[in-house]
């Protein structure tokens, strides 16, 4: 809940619409407890009678129960019975306004709907078995946010599949199958490298001691050590060797070598290939460091403001983009064949083609091929952070035409 207060209304009624809003985003689930009067007052320090009685009104509402000794909770029902009147409400007090100002700015019912102006577009996308996927974008582009949904950490709108479960609502399933690594080791740092290997063995049914002992006898971690004593490279190794001894079908990556160097980096992806990957598994990763990802994945996805700018197989990307350093005296010739991006390294002109026969008009290179490129001058794949750039640079909403 958000810990600031308003001046618009009393604090207690403040207090029971945020509750409220949980219930109605699914945060709050039926039979789930509220947090304790007394944990409430200390932490958003307010007197313990306001959320008792902000508490009281949703008791009246019989939105919520008060079980003698153990607290109040979500009362069965509750969510069914909120959307029937927040329903009415909406439609008597604030719908007139709403289509007032509809009117009034003169919008049609596909921009409403298509979200104009929203910095979420949503997202299509399906990952198949035995797939490596890389989840390339800036900053704030909703990368962490995606792999939030599919790790059931968030609730979503539209439709959301994991390994045939729906991850908000059948989590605790999910996650039997699903393992995941994020941006920042979170493993206590006052516990020792046998204790954790203890904790994951006791917790979790599929995990393989005996196969995390293994990772670990090539690297030098002690088990003896404290999670605090390892450097961030070994608590890396230790959080990916007793991830990898768990027999899941879906690995989630978020920037899992942030902050590593250049060893520990390609250490981590090798022993990811050779020592986890078994094309039945399926690994989806997000990292800035694409140049160390390029040959790991299968497949590709750049992701801006929330939506999908560019989907396609590693092999797609290979033979559809192609870059020309162009010799100086065909300079003019190649940039008449309209690449998608161009740049200057050492006062050379290096040219980014895009050989799909099928974008639109205005987004796609002049048909050319291989062999006309190579005449220019000399031609290679280029790598996914120079695509990136040029893609990025090219897109100004209309992009999605680059995607599959």
Known sequence: ?????????????????????MI???VLKEGDPLPS?????????????????????????QLVESRRGRGMFINAGARSL????????????????????????????????????????????????GRILGIIGPNGAGKTTALNAVLGLIPYQGELRVLGRDPWTERDQLMRDVCFIADVAVLPRWMRVSQ?????AGVHPRFDRAKAEGFLA????????????????????????????IDAKLLVLDEPTLGLDILYRKQFYDSLL????????TIVVTTHQVEDVQNVLTDLMFIQRGRIVLDCSMEEFESRYL??????ERVAAARALKPIHQRQVLGRSILLFDLKPDLKPDLKSDHVDRQKLAALGDVRTPGIADLFVAVMGNNTGQMQGAAR
């Open 1 to 21: 809940m958000d810990r600031e207060w308003n001046d618009s209304q009393p604090i207690y009624r403040q207090l029971r619409d945020r509750v409220v809003a």
């Open 24 to 26: 109605l985003d699914g």
């Open 37 to 61: 009067v007394r944990n409430v007052a200390a932490e958003y320090r307010v007197n313990p009678l306001t959320v008792l009685k902000g508490y009281q009104q949703l008791v009246d509402e």
């Open 82 to 129: 909120l959307l029937q009147g927040e329903r009415q409400k909406f439609l008597a007090e604030e719908w007139p306004r709403v289509s007032a100002t509809i009117q009034r700015l003169g919008l049609k019912a596909e921009e409403l709907l298509n979200g104009a102006g929203s910095s979420r577009d949503g997202v299509n996308l399906r990952v198949e078995e």
């Open 196 to 200: 954790a290997l203890d904790y994951v």
């Open 218 to 245: 090539k690297t030098d971690i002690r088990h003896t050590s404290k999670v605090r004593e390892l450097s961030k490279g070994m608590v890396t190794q230790l959080h990916l060797a007793l991830v990898m001894a």
């Open 274 to 281: 050779n020592d986890y990957f078994d094309r039945s598994r």
């Open 323 to 328: 870059e020309v350093t162009v010799h100086p």
